[in-house]
């Protein structure tokens, strides 16, 4: 019956199977039509093969061929994307209003407010400097100031921690979820052998998307059915039946491959879903507000300190002060938290009295140390002999003078060596005089050369032998065209314990730090002595022998250019500055003493004896603030910062600033002019000095012969200067002190008297003194009254110059984190509430723009999902209309069926 009843039975037979299949698929679709992630499916129906009769070919019905998903691959790719910027948007923008709560400038106790009420209290203060209640106040609203930075640091501290919960979370869950789509792949594939999978596709998608709410990926389909799963830049979460895991530690997001027990750091990569933006949150906003909490805490702290150091309270320092900033291990004040302040072109200065006195002012002295670094340059010493192996030759200036003056103004050098290997130290028996001439510094077989120039007392250096003997010195150089990342800042090199050895030679690890990071560098002499530290390029050489501890600093410039300091240049330790001040200060009843290892200052008065800082003439160096001696705050960051112990003595707030006397030098009346040559026509110096009892005789000092032609030179001058006066002045039995500098602004010499003695005058008889013009004086007569130590306890000077400060504009630090880049900053100049609202600025940029990223993100995310929708979503109206046709489908089906039926009953009827 080949195309007669039977093939009319088959075709209605297979068109109730095709509408039976049709109707389920579109009753699922209805089933399903609220299910997350579901894909209509479409049940494709197809002709089935033709059956040929003789010329004739008569069509056989319809089959279901397949049911498959209405899916676009490129469509859900590019909601999964946009799922995960979205993602990462809204986890920004919902930390973004957190970070803001903490600087809510709403609040009562905002930091800008509390700032401004700190300044405010001040201003009160210089009305009424001995007010127990304005003191009160500036101590209470100091704390309060101190408090509130200390909470915002701790803050955002928990808010960076909490950043790393969430990811530690997250990436637990993303390690399940990739096992879960690694068990659907091995299924997919399985069932793709003879159908399609379209529920575990579903469900897999499902998963895909969640996965692309916590991190970015990208998916790639294989001809299988199965995925493959990367994360930005090829890190493999899914291949097929396999996957990999993430893993959390010391805050950063690694890589493991799961047939591999190596780790790769993949932080700086992932930059989508909640993940990406909960690290940019973290590693980038959070760092950059609280580096610049940190610099403008730091900023905020040198102001007032340099300034209150330089005050006098209601009384003077009776018990033992001791400061509250502490060095690195070397003592070198360069590593001081802010060594790099200090101006050493300028001194420390301290006012001694008796305080049992009747009168204080008969009693009172002032000690003053030069903190110039010397201008001599130490060549490269030469070894004809053999000094000790291994061994650090430390060398400290006795007694200042100038090399290529005259013959009395030599300076003089003690030195020590320590055996590096033992620990042993040996000091030298006597001091070493530095004369004029070639190798004119000689120590056990050590022969060096320190060039012209003027040595400054307390000024040391060091310089380490081999395990030959010889003396080998570092070549460390920076390329001063690459800056780097801290502007204004301090990076201390410190050989790591158990290291050391030669450079160039030996495997040496280097530890260094900065204000902000840290870091290792490791000198491997089979690679390049060149290395990358924070942007600067620093150029270790080829030689050089280092010990463990030993230390060198780089500090950079507002721009970010780097000055390397070596431990054979020149440079003051807590040391050598409490020996040179105990030196200068004699009996002057104060004690400075290197405690802690030598790494802090104490000054110690000994009984009847009372001391304060400074005085109002003074050109302070910022010594006594570097080191925390009557400083307002200790610490230097937002986290640290608190007030000084010493303070709680409201009494030792500094609003007063000592009288130190109403001249401030004899000074030239006229600019110099290069080059000056001195010789034995013009080298005379004629003065008096004035002790109360009558004039006494007239005091020649005698220039040494020299041309002078730099600035540099002129500040040489200037030394010589001075010690050929002091000379004359010691060679008559007065042996008065002396200051003369040379002033590169105004170009011109001022000389005075280094305080502590009782002269009441010094006159300069300049129409017998030949070498004036040369110095840029007249021929007139020069007087000066040397300090008399008027303390000035009821003035408010220096109140009055530390609320102004409100207003004084420094330069500070602007940091920028990028991830995937070393940080970076910028110096601006702005005063503390000025650099405060920049800061709040930035930080609305900020949020502005995540919210314009979140508004657009959003936007395409809806956008999409319903191009999806229209796509891949179930209509009900849709399905309705399938479900009637399948309907009507399946009742002609029936109908031609039982016509078939009948017809082949009809046939069978027949006899």
Do not use: C
Request: aromatic share 8%; no cysteine; hydrophobic share 35%.
């Amino acid at each position: 019956m080949a195309g007669g009843i039977g093939l009319t039975m088959d075709i209605a037979r297979h068109a109730l199977a095709s509408a039976q299949q049709g109707l389920s698929v579109s009753g699922n679709n209805v089933a399903n039509v609220s299910t997350p992630s579901y894909s209509k499916q479409n049940a494709r129906q197809v002709t089935t093969l033709p059956l040929k009769l003789g010329r004739i070919q008569l069509g056989t019905g319809v089959k279901v061929d397949s049911v498959k998903r209405a899916t676009d691959k490129l469509l859900e790719r590019r909601i999964m994307y946009e799922t995960s910027t979205k993602k990462a948007y809204e986890e920004g923008s919902s930390y973004m209003s957190i970070l803001a709560t903490f600087f809510n400038e709403n609040a009562e106790n905002s930091i800008s407010k509390t700032i401004a009420d700190f300044w405010n209290t001040w201003h009160d203060l210089s009305n009424h400097p001995a007010g127990s209640a304005e003191r009160t106040a500036v101590h209470e609203f100091g704390m309060l100031m101190t408090e509130e930075l200390n909470a915002l640091d701790t803050d955002l501290k928990t808010l960076s921690n909490d950043l790393t919960s969430e990811i530690w979370g997250s990436i637990t869950e993303i390690n399940a979820i990739a096992k879960s789509i690694a068990a659907m792949n091995k299924e997919i594939a399985s069932v793709e052998v003879s159908a399609n999978a379209n529920d575990q596709r579903d469900k897999r998608n499902r998963l895909m998307k969640s996965l692309s709410e916590l991190v970015d990926i990208q998916t790639f389909e294989q001809d299988n059915g199965e995925v493959t799963i990367i994360m930005s830049k090829g890190a493999q979460l899914v291949n097929g039946p396999d996957h990999n895991l993430l893993n959390l530690r010391d805050g950063n997001v690694y890589w493991k491959a799961a047939n591999d027990n190596a780790e790769i750091d993949i932080t700086d990569r992932v930059k989508g879903g909640k993940i990406g933006g909960w690290l940019e949150q973290r590693d980038e906003v959070v760092k950059k507000y609280s580096n610049d909490l940190k610099s403008l805490t730091n900023g905020l702290v040198w102001e007032v300190n340099y300034q209150h150091s330089q005050g006098v309270g209601l009384d003077f320092f009776a018990t033992p002060l001791t400061g509250s900033y502490s060095t690195h291990t070397s003592g070198r004040f360069d590593t001081l938290p802010f060594g790099d302040k200090i101006d050493y072109e300028k001194d420390f200065k301290m006012w001694v009295k008796k305080s049992d006195a009747i009168d204080p002012l008969a009693t009172s002295r002032s000690i003053v140390v030069d903190m110039a670094v010397s201008d001599s340059k130490i060549e490269a010493p030469v070894y004809p002999g053999k000094s000790d192996a291994s061994t650090k030759y430390t060398f400290t200036v006795e007694k200042a003078g100038t090399i290529g003056g005259s013959g009395f103004n030599f300076p003089e050098v003690n030195w020590k060596k320590t055996n590096m290997i033992t620990g042993e130290v040996e000091v030298g028996l006597a001091p070493l005089p530095i004369t004029n001439g070639e190798g004119n510094l000689n120590v056990e077989g050590i022969s060096m050369t320190i060039k012209p120039g003027y040595l400054v007392a307390g000024n040391t250096f060091s310089i380490n032998t081999d395990e030959n003997g010889a003396p080998d010195l570092l070549d460390i150089r920076v390329k001063p065209t690459i800056v780097a990342n801290s502007v204004s800042d301090t990076y201390v090199f410190t050989v790591k314990a158990d290291s050391g050895g030669v450079i160039g030679r030996d495997d040496i690890e280097i530890l260094w730090k900065n204000s902000t990071t840290n870091g290792v560098v490791k000198l491997d002499p089979e690679e390049s002595p060149v290395m990358f530290v924070d942007g600067l390029q620093v150029d270790f050489g080829e030689q050089g022998t280092v010990f463990e501890g030993d230390t060198f600093t780089i500090t950079t410039n507002e721009k970010g250019e780097g000055k390397v300091n070596l431990e054979d240049d020149w440079h003051w330790t807590i040391e050598s500055f409490a020996d040179e001040f105990n030196k200068k200060s004699g009996d002057s009843g104060i004690v400075a003493t290197a405690i802690e290892e030598k790494t802090k200052i104490r000054f110690s008065p000994r009984e009847g004896f009372s001391f304060a800082f400074s005085d109002e003439d003074s050109e302070d160096s910022g010594t006594s603030a570097a080191l925390g001696l009557n400083t307002f705050f200790s610490g230097d960051d937002a986290g640290s910062v608190k007030l000084n112990d010493a303070i709680g003595d409201l009494n030792k707030i500094a609003v007063a600033r000592i009288d130190g006397g109403s001249s401030k030098g004899i000074i030239s009346d006229t600019k110099v002019k290069f080059p000056i040559i001195i010789n034995s026509e013009n080298d005379i110096i004629e003065f008096q000095e004035d002790d109360g009892t009558g004039i006494i005789d007239n005091i020649r000092a005698s220039l040494s012969p020299g041309t002078y032609v730099t600035e540099a030179d002129l500040h040489t001058l200037a030394k010589d200067v001075e010690l050929s006066i002091e000379a004359a002045s010691q060679r008559r039995g007065h042996g008065i002190e002396y200051k003369v500098i040379y002033d590169n602004k105004k170009k011109k010499f001022i000389i005075k008297e280094d305080g502590g003695s009782k002269l009441k005058e010094i006159r300069i008889i300049w129409a017998k003194s030949s070498a004036a013009p040369k110095l840029g004086f007249d021929f007139l007569e020069d007087s000066y009254l040397p300090p008399n130590g008027d303390y000035g306890l009821g003035n408010n000077k220096n109140a009055l110059i530390l609320a102004d400060l409100q207003f004084e504009k420094q330069r500070l630090p602007v940091w920028t984190f990028i991830r995937g880049q070393e940080a970076f900053s910028e110096s601006m100049e702005a005063s503390t509430e000025g650099y405060y609202q920049g800061l709040i600025g930035s930080m609305g940029t900020k949020a502005s723009s995540i919210e314009r990223g979140l508004e657009f993100s959003s936007a395409m995310v809806e956008k999409l999902n319903e191009q999806r929708d229209a796509l891949s979503g179930v209509s009900l109206d849709e399905e309705m209309t399938n479900m009637m046709k399948y309907q009507q489908s399946y009742t002609a089906a029936s109908k031609l069926l039982k016509t078939s039926d009948e017809m082949l009953q009809t046939i069978l009827s027949i006899k």
